[in-house]
């Protein structure tokens, strides 16, 4: 369960470097 978590960490990273990204322009 941890490492599917730990897995998932970089696409939840990139999904939400996205929305900000939007913001902030």
């Known amino acids: 369960c941890k ?3 730990l ?3 970089p696409a939840v990273i990139g ?3 996205i ?3 939007e ?3």
């Open 15 to 17: 999904s939400l470097d």
């Open 3 to 5: 490492g599917h978590m």
């Open 23 to 25: 913001v902030d322009r």
């Open 7 to 9: 897995a998932d960490v």
């Open 19 to 21: 929305v900000f990204g």
